[in-house]
């Protein structure tokens, strides 16, 4: 019986496959053309002037970077005519080609020749983008495609000679596939390198949105300022970001740098314009009440009313306060492996969401590991701690400046008393002793990172990034003992910028507890990260959006003009159903690693193949996945590369 369903099986595959394999070759080798009119509505034949740019252009399928222009191109291989082709009319190349040039594909069948490496191919397909930051036109074609060399130059030629910005244009090498060509010295046409375009832009969209409060420039803020009503300049990427109404910085930023992801949570205005100390609009308008207003085309900056200010702010307001769940009965040491989600209000939510990396590493074939060693702290130990007479103290104290409205500049200071007393108070015994046991229980690492995992970060809504600490602790080692690790881990509950983000976001300070996540440290990083597994530049399309730097250089938070690697990666079978490689579209390189890429075409491979498996796990087990499609199902997941080549997930929370 059962070879009988394989016999089926079989002679059903055989029969679809023969029919597609009928209709591919009778549609490539059969396929006629029928004449075309020429209309300017459709597409048109040469680009003579920037005036015939503009009446075909339209806006790009993908977001990477703003204020760029499009316009579509195909080229008839057996023909040789190339087509500029309305971009507002026909959103995609199949469009164009199904309607216009009459092919009677099916989408699947069409991605396959046009995009793969099919020997009958009917179309080379590309983009003429224009970036009008730095006025630089790129011919582009999809990471995903796998045209010849050849076919690529005499694209390139017949582009060039049919429009007349051709001393202008450059072919654009974003592509792992390209770059290999190129390599190879063959590809000839004038090139262009994504380091040299990201470099080229001025201005990029952070977060879009209209505000209103007064222009101010970070470094004239006073501790006694009400912040969170003063739209900030600042530059650079800095870790600690004031509580406001908006953001402008003079420096771009990667996709999860600290103050991208901070505006995020807060949902406010925020954006990269390194013109920025040089506007006329800002000059004139520092220190006043404004509208300020970040859209795809840049920052708008117009006077305001005080009264303005003050109305925005009343409605912007968060009303009741946030409750968060916490539990604080348990004791002793959870190793990893006994914690999963619903650990959150017990442990925090990233020694929670560390369990659950455990679970698809060793379940699934991942090719990731954890670091190794790893267990959590529970909150009821945190408790204890702060509850002992010299910390309740101080506590009681912030409490009563609270309670009083208090100065930013007084609430501070007492901040710092907290700390203090908590990092003076001797940690409990047992639990040392407990967190030693298990060190050496775990066998060969004496060096520990012991790492905030609290019920106020890596949560829907509130991310917390950057805001706590982690410390190193080793086993024997007076200059960095155990105990001292763990309690400055919680006294970073109190740091500045942790206390006001969670007042800004209302969140009920009684209620807030840490956890402390441990594992064994990494002295031998060769590269580190952060992903997204979705595309962050392009609703509906698939794609993982990757930063990834060299050594330890960190990626949320890079020293000055430090550039991170980023790219988008995704299966060639997306776009072409033969296509089983992962395919890698780089929006620039690091800038020191030479602008060439930090991770191997294996290594991206294994990430990949990582991310995937924990996106699928993540999606059909958490409740937070219902209402959103798989596709643009986000987790912000911190990975590293060691030294022998090894994949390490640390970290994963939802992304926002």
Avoid at 340 to 368: D, I
Avoid at 381 to 391: A, D, E, F
Avoid at 466 to 492: F, M, Q
Avoid at 623 to 645: C, M, R, V, W
Wanted: proline share 5%; hydrophobic share 35%; net charge positive.
């Amino acid at each position: 019986m059962r070879n009988r369903k394989w016999i089926w099986l079989l002679a059903v595959t055989c029969l679809l496959g023969g029919g597609t394999l009928y209709y591919s070759l009778s549609n490539v080798y059969g396929y006629r053309a029928k004449p075309i009119t020429s209309s300017k509505d459709d597409y048109l034949l040469r680009l003579d002037s920037y005036a015939d740019y503009l009446a075909v252009q339209g806006a790009p399928l993908s977001a990477k970077m703003n204020n760029v222009l499009s316009v579509k191109v195909v080229q008839d291989v057996n023909s040789s005519t190339v087509y500029f082709i309305n971009a507002r009319k026909y959103r995609f190349h199949y469009d164009f080609c199904r309607l216009i040039l009459q092919d009677g594909m099916p989408l699947e069948l069409f991605n396959t020749t046009n995009y793969g490496k099919s020997m009958q191919r009917r179309y080379v397909l590309a983009n003429l983008n224009y970036y009008e930051q730095s006025h630089l036109y790129t011919l582009e074609i999809a990471s995903e495609d796998r045209a010849t060399a050849k076919m690529i130059n005499t694209l390139t030629d017949a582009v060039l000679k049919r429009i007349s910005m051709h001393d202008s244009v450059r072919f654009l090498i974003n592509s792992d596939y390209l770059l290999a060509m190129d390599n190879d010295g063959k590809l000839t046409m004038p090139r262009i390198y994504p380091a040299e375009l990201y470099k080229g832009q001025k201005y990029q969209l952070l977060n879009a949105g209209v505000t209103y409060g007064i222009l101010k420039d970070v470094t004239s803020i006073n501790d006694t300022d009400y912040t969170r009503i003063y739209i900030v300049l600042m530059k650079g990427s800095p870790v600690n970001v004031p509580v406001c109404a908006g953001i402008v910085t003079d420096a771009l930023q990667s996709p999860l740098s600290h103050i991208n992801v901070l505006c995020h949570n807060r949902n406010i205005p925020s954006a990269a314009d390194v013109t920025l100390y040089n506007r006329p609009d800002i000059t004139e308008n520092l220190n006043k009440p404004v509208r300020f207003a970040v859209t795809t085309h840049g920052v708008s900056i117009t006077p305001a009313t005080q009264q303005m200010v003050d109305s925005f702010s009343k409605m912007s307001a968060v009303a009741a306060p946030v409750l968060l769940k916490h539990n604080t009965t348990q004791k002793g040491i959870l190793p990893i492996k006994t914690i999963n989600a619903k650990w959150g209000h017990v442990v925090g939510n990233k020694a929670a969401g560390m369990g659950e990396l455990h679970k698809v590493a060793t379940r699934w074939n991942s090719k990731f590991s954890i670091p190794e060693g790893a267990f959590a702290i529970p909150f009821g130990y945190y408790l204890q701690h702060i509850g002992s007479p010299m910390v309740n103290k101080e506590l009681g104290v912030l409490q009563q400046l609270e309670r009083h409205n208090a100065p930013k500049a007084a609430i501070d200071t007492q901040l710092k008393n907290v700390r203090t007393a908590i990092k003076k108070q001797p940690i409990d015994a047992e639990l040392l002793r407990l967190v030693e046991q298990q060190i050496k229980t775990n066998g060969q690492w004496t060096a520990y990172r012991f790492r905030s995992s609290s019920n106020a970060e890596d949560a829907p809504g509130f991310s917390g990034a950057g805001l706590y600490d982690s410390k190193t602790g080793k086993l024997n080692d007076p200059e960095k003992p155990i105990d001292e690790a763990i309690k400055k881990v919680w006294a970073s509950a109190y740091s500045d910028a942790a206390y006001h983000e969670r007042r800004a976001c209302n969140i009920d300070e009684r209620t807030m507890m840490m956890g402390v996540l441990a594992h064994r440290s990494f002295p031998d990083e060769a590269a580190n990260g952060v992903a997204i597994t979705r595309n962050i530049y392009r609703n509906n399309f698939p794609g993982f959006t990757v930063n990834v730097q060299v050594g330890e250089v960190p990626v949320v938070a890079p020293p000055d003009s430090v550039i991170c690697e980023q790219f988008v990666c995704m299966k060639g079978y997306n776009i072409d159903p033969l296509n089983f490689d992962v395919t890698v579209d780089y929006l620039t390189m690091s800038n020191i690693n030479q602008n060439k890429p930090v991770l191997t075409k294996k290594q991206i491979n294994t990430l990949y193949e990582a991310l995937a498996a924990v996106k699928s796990y993540f999606y059909y087990n958490k409740p937070d996945s219902d209402a959103t499609e798989e596709q643009n199902y986000g987790l912000d997941i911190e990975f590293k590369f060691d030294k022998s080549g090894r994949l390490y997930l640390k970290q994963v929370r939802p992304y926002r």
